[in-house]
C-alpha cells in the first residue's frame, strides 16, 4: 500500500518533467537548456545554444550540417567535427564555459554551464 502511494505521487512529477522538456526554445531566448546534447544545424548554429548540465557529465556535439564545423571550449583544444561526426567533452568543474566554432567563429558560438 505504501509502494504504491509512491508510486502514484511520482506521477505527475514525471509528467511535468516531461511537459517542461518539451518545450524547447530555451536556445534562442537564452535561458539554459537542460540537455547533453547540442547539434549543429544548418545556418550555422548550435542549438540549443546554451544548455545546463551537472558537474561530470559529457556533452556530445553533433554536426547535422554539411559543412565541418569546429568545438573550441576555451582554453581547451578545437576539436574538428565533420558532417555526420559528433564530438563528446567531459565537464568535471562547475563553471560557465563558452565555446565556439573556430572557423565560423563570428556566427557559431555557445555556452555550456556547469552546475
Ligand atoms: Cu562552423
Redesign the pocket.
Known sequence: MTTRRVLLAAVPALAATLLAAGCGGGGESGAPVATTEVT?VKS?RFEPKTIEVKAGQTVTWTND?N????VHVDGREDHEVGQGESVSIKFDTPGTYHYV?T??RQ??DGTVIVK
Open positions: 549543429m550555422y550540417d559543412f565541418t564545423h569546429t566554432c572557423l565560423h556566427d557559431m
